[in-house]
Structures are given as C-alpha cells and as structure tokens.
C-alpha cells in the first residue's frame, strides 16, 4: 500500500489544475444564476471539485475522512437551503 | 502509461457511466428523496427542463449518491489504497443517513468505483488521481453545464432503464 502513495504532492498537477479550473467555473455560475434553487447544482460542483483538490493535495490515509466529513457536511448545507426554501421539511411524520 | 489527460478524459467517461448507471438502478429520477430534492426539480422544469431529470438532480444535491461514492471512492484509493475506498464507502453510509436518505445508491456507488478504480491503478493505465478529476468532470456535465438539458438527457435515459428493468411508477 505504501508504494501507491506518491511522497510528493504535486505529482498529478494536471488533476489538480483540471479541479480547481471547475471550481472557479462553478463558482462563476452560481453567482450568476439568479434562482436561488437552480444555484443549488452548481453549489455541488464546487463542493465536488473542492473535495478532489482535498484529496490530491494531502496524500494522507486520513485526508479521506477530512475529504468525506467536507462534502457530507457541503451536501447537508445544499439539503438544508433546499428544504428550507421549499418551506420545511415535510416528512417528519 | 497514456498521457495524463487523456487518462482524466478516459476515466470521466469510466466515472460517468458507473455513477449514472447506479443511479438509474436506484430509482434516482423517480421522485424526490426529500422536499429539498422535490422543490429543485420542480423549478429545473419550470426552467424548461424534465421533472423526472430534475427529481435526480435534486436527489444528487440534497444526498450523497452514487456520484459522490465515487468520487470518495477515488479519494480513498488515491489515499489508502483498497481499504481507503471501502472506508470511503462507510462514510458515505453514515452520509447518507445523516441526510435524512434511506437509499443505498450511494453506498453501492463507492463498493463498485472502489473495485473499479482499484482495478484500474493495479493494471498500471491509471492512476487513481485520474478518476478523482475525471468525477469532476462528469458531475460538472450533469450538474455544472445545462440543467435543462442535462435533466432532458437523464429522463431520456430514466425511460430506457423503465423499459429494460421496469418497476417504475
């Protein structure tokens, strides 16, 4: 196992760039969306590409619980905006 | 070993066709998981879009699905090799059910990329690195480019999957 780690960060550059150029795209797109709730997917995209980039940086067994705690808690925010904008959440009972 | 973006491209459509599959299997397109999923299906389709592609959309914003385990499936093998990615698949269980989602698309999602990109980096094409920007890159043709025809192109799809396995309502 120890092998497949690279030592260096900086070895996929290419991965990490191909991340980070859809982050800003995605990030561009939800400031011009005007719905609030079309602004939603985009939000997701940011949050896929910020998790890649997480991970392509720290090339660390643990980094994969900081990678998977920041895009559940990112998606649980998007899942609370939406429920909230859409008047509360309707399946309590 | 073919060039690295080559192999990003490769890997997106690898990482595309695994999430979308799973996703379909599950039901996704069917309705919304939450209200939350619910509410931005219905303003995709007042955008001009197809409820049931919206339904999927929403259900992808609101949960970790398939398209997430396999992203942290492809983080996980890119971190801790095969354990990583199983581990990666308990996350997204725990995910799943901290968003209120009682599907399993998710967890199914990341066992099937972990055994899919580990495969992949153990026949020496790939490297896991690859799968990780090549998911981002498929969840940006879903979800990042046009959500009017996105949700028309997986409705298409959502019709096919009714008529091959049915069980849709």
Known sequence: MEDQVPVVAGVHM?????????????ALRVIIERNTMRKLPFLNVVSFAITGIIALLLPHPLTILAA?????????????IASTWS??????? | MLDEPLRILIAALICWFNFVTIDLIFKLPERGGVSGATAIA????????????????GN??????ASAGTLLASCGVYCAGL??????ALLVYIGNRICYDPGYAGTTGCITATLIVYGAVQ???????DFIAGMVIAILTIQGL??????RLIARLWKIRCRLLRGCT
Not at chain 1, 14 to 26: F, L, T
Not at chain 1, 87 to 93: L, Q, W
Not at chain 2, 42 to 57: A, I, P, T
């Open chain 1, 68 to 80: 998977a705690a920041f895009f559940v808690g990112s998606t649980f925010e998007s899942n609370a």
């Open chain 2, 146 to 151: 046009s959500s009017v025809h996105a949700s």
């Open chain 1, 14 to 26: 290419i991965a990490i760039y191909v991340c980070a150029v859809i982050a800003v795209y995605a």
């Open chain 2, 60 to 65: 992808i914003v609101s949960s970790p699905d």
């Open chain 1, 87 to 93: 008047g509360g959440m309707k399946r309590n009972g």
């Open chain 2, 123 to 129: 026949s020496g094409w790939f490297a896991a690195s």
């Open chain 2, 42 to 57: 219905q303003e995709v389709e007042k955008g001009g879009g197809n409820l049931n592609g919206g339904y999927m959309m």
């Open chain 2, 83 to 88: 354990p990583g990615g199983l581990f990666a």
